[in-house]
C-alpha cells in the first residue's frame, strides 16, 4: 500500500512538472517579427553604375597585410589612399580628413550640432593573401564589366578555385568578384558612397560623424586601429555609438536549419583569444632505444587531456536574448528547453554542443592547431612543441585559460609561453538608439529578419574602440548562405550587385536618421 502511495505521489509531482513546462511553453514571450512585404517596395537599393566602378577599381588594388608589419609591401596602400582621394573628391573637401600612422585613414564630418555625441563607423582596406598568388607576376586584371547580367542564384557549394582572377573586380552574373569584395572594402566604399550621395543632396548631419580605417585589421590592428582609438581618445572623443563588421544576416535556414527568415546577428560583444605554445620536454635520443615515453607522447597525453577537459558551457545574456528572438521560429521542444531553462538548460546546452558554430556560442573553445616533434624520423626529440589557440568567451579571462592548462599539465615538464592574447570585450547594450536604429532601418530592407544580438566569434577592430565607446555594434546588412559566409578568406571571393546595393543604402540611412 505504501508503494502504491508513493508511486502515485511521483506520478503526480511528474504530472505537475509536465503541465508547468508546456504552460511555460506556450505563454513564454518569444520575440515577434512584423511583416510588411510592401516595404520591399518603397526601398530601391539598386547601386549605381559609378558607384560599382569605383568599388571594382579600389579592389583591383592588392592592399595584402603582413604578419610582419615592416615587411608589408606599402605601395599598394599608398596607391589606395590616392585612389580613394581621387574618386570621392567631395568627401574629402567637406571632411576634416587626417592620416594616422601613415596609413590609418580618419575622417570627420561636422554636424549642427555639437552638444550631440558623435557616432563612429569603422572599415578597414586591407585584405588577406591569396594562395598562390603573388602580386609581382600578377598579368593585367580582368576587365569583365557586365551589370545587367541576369545574376546568378547563391553558390551552394564550396569552390576551390577563382572564376575571376582574385584581383580583378569582375563584374559577371550579378556579382563582383575578388579579394576584399566581403571583407571589408564592400563597407568602406558604403560608408564613403553614402556620405558622398550625402554631400550631394546638401544634407549635413545633426551630430558629428567619424569613419576610420585601419591598415591592418587582418593582422591584429595594432598600427591602424589601436593608434587610431589612442589618437580619438586624446581629443577627448566619446561616442554614442561605434559601427563595424562581425555580424550579417543568415540566409534562411544557414545559421540554425529551423529558421526559415533571415536571421540579422548583430554582435554586441566579441570573444577573446589566446594562442599558447607548450614545450613539453623528455628523453631524448636515437628512436632504436626509445623510452617508454618520450616527449611526443607526453604531448599527445596533454592533448588529450586538454580535449577532454573542455571548457564549461553557460548561457551569457547576448545568448540568452538570442533564444528569446529566435525561439518562436523554433520546434516545440526547443522552445520547451528555452522557456524552462530553469529545469532544462543543460538539454539546451547540449544542443548547442552539437553544431560548432552553435558551440561556440556557449563556451571558451579550445583548439590543438600546430605540433612538433623531431625533424628526422629516426630521431627522438627531447623537446616537442603543442600550439593551442582559445577564444575566450565573454566573463572568461586570460588568466583564467592559463590557469585552467597549467592545472592539466601538472606532472610534466612543460613550459608554457604565451604567444598572442585578447581578452574578451565587454557586452553593449540592446535599449539603446545605437542599437534601435540597426533594427529600423533594416526593417526598410529585410522586413522579414529576425534580429538578435549576438556573440562575434571572431576579432575585429572595435574591440580597440572600448576606450571611446561602451555602445559598440557589430554588424553588416548582407544577406549570405553558409556557403557564401565560407568565400570570406577563401577562394572566389564575391559580393552580389543586391547586397552591395542593400550595404550603401543602410548607411547611408543610418547616417541621415541617426
Not at 582572377?165 to 571583407?183: C, E, H, K, M, N
Not at 590592428?221 to 581629443?235: L, N, S, V, W
Request: glycine share 8%; aromatic share 10%.
Amino acid at each position: 500500500m505504501k508503494t502504491k502511495i508513493i508511486f502515485a505521489a511521483i506520478l503526480v509531482l511528474l504530472l505537475v512538472i509536465v503541465l508547468v513546462l508546456v504552460l511555460r511553453t506556450v505563454t513564454y514571450k518569444f520575440g515577434k517579427v512584423e511583416k510588411n512585404v510592401s516595404d520591399k517596395e518603397l526601398v530601391n537599393t539598386t547601386p549605381s553604375e559609378q558607384a560599382i566602378r569605383r568599388f571594382v577599381g579600389g579592389i583591383r588594388i592588392p592592399t595584402i597585410s603582413n604578419e610582419v608589419y615592416e615587411e608589408t609591401n606599402f605601395k599598394p596602400f599608398d596607391e589606395f589612399m590616392t585612389y580613394l582621394a581621387g574618386s570621392y573628391p567631395e568627401v574629402y573637401k567637406t571632411m576634416e580628413v587626417d592620416t594616422i600612422n601613415t596609413y590609418g585613414l580618419v575622417f570627420h564630418w561636422k554636424g549642427k550640432n555639437s552638444d550631440l555625441k558623435p557616432i563612429l563607423f569603422l572599415s578597414h582596406y586591407d585584405v588577406v593573401p591569396v594562395i598562390g598568388y603573388d602580386p609581382a607576376t600578377a598579368t593585367a586584371p580582368d576587365t569583365v564589366f557586365q551589370i545587367n547580367d541576369k545574376p546568378l542564384p547563391p553558390i551552394e557549394s564550396y569552390s576551390e578555385k577563382w572564376d575571376y582572377p582574385p584581383f580583378s573586380g569582375a563584374v559577371a552574373g550579378g556579382r563582383i568578384y575578388g579579394r576584399g569584395t566581403l571583407d571589408m572594402k564592400c563597407m568602406l566604399f558604403s560608408l564613403m558612397e553614402g556620405a558622398d550621395n550625402l554631400i550631394a543632396e546638401g544634407f549635413q548631419p545633426e551630430r558629428d560623424i567619424w569613419f576610420a580605417f585601419g591598415q591592418d585589421e587582418e593582422v591584429s590592428g595594432r598600427q591602424g586601429a589601436f593608434k587610431i582609438a589612442d589618437y580619438m581618445k586624446e581629443k577627448g572623443l566619446r561616442f554614442d555609438a561605434v559601427y563595424d563588421e562581425g555580424g550579417i544576416i543568415a540566409a534562411p535556414g544557414s545559421a540554425m536549419e529551423s529558421i526559415k527568415e533571415p536571421l540579422a546577428l548583430v554582435g554586441v560583444g566579441e570573444k577573446g583569444f589566446l594562442t599558447l605554445r607548450l614545450t613539453v620536454r623528455g628523453m631524448g635520443g636515437h628512436s632504436s632505444m626509445p623510452p617508454a615515453k618520450g616527449s611526443l607522447v607526453y604531448a599527445a597525453e596533454i592533448i588529450e587531456k586538454l580535449n577532454n577537459n573542455q571548457f564549461p558551457a553557460r548561457i551569457i545574456s547576448p545568448i540568452a536574448a538570442f533564444f528569446d528572438n529566435v525561439g518562436g521560429e523554433m520546434g516545440f521542444f526547443s522552445r520547451m528547453a528555452i522557456a524552462n531553462q530553469w529545469l532544462l538548460e543543460p538539454l539546451l546546452l547540449k544542443t548547442m554542443e552539437k553544431s560548432p558554430a552553435s558551440n561556440a556560442l556557449v563556451r571558451t573553445t579550445t583548439a590543438v592547431t600546430m605540433a612538433k616533434g623531431s625533424d628526422a624520423a629516426n630521431v627522438l626529440a627531447s623537446e616537442a612543441e603543442v600550439t593551442v589557440n582559445f577564444r575566450i568567451l565573454p566573463g572568461g579571462s586570460v588568466a583564467g585559460v592559463i590557469e585552467h592548462v597549467k592545472k592539466l599539465c601538472e606532472g610534466y615538464d612543460v613550459t608554457i609561453n604565451v604567444v598572442s592574447e585578447r581578452e574578451p570585450s565587454g557586452i553593449s547594450p540592446e535599449n539603446v538608439k545605437g542599437f534601435e536604429i540597426i533594427r529600423e532601418e533594416l526593417a526598410k530592407i529585410y522586413p522579414a529578419a529576425i534580429v538578435t544580438s549576438y556573440i562575434t566569434i571572431g576579432g575585429t577592430d572595435s574591440y580597440k574602440y572600448q576606450i571611446v565607446s561602451d555602445d559598440i555594434y557589430r554588424f553588416l546588412p548582407i544577406c549570405l548562405n553558409q556557403y557564401e559566409q565560407r568565400t570570406i578568406h577563401n577562394e572566389n571571393e564575391y559580393i552580389s550587385l543586391e547586397n552591395f546595393g542593400k550595404i550603401q543604402w543602410y548607411f547611408k540611412e543610418v547616417m541621415k536618421n541617426y
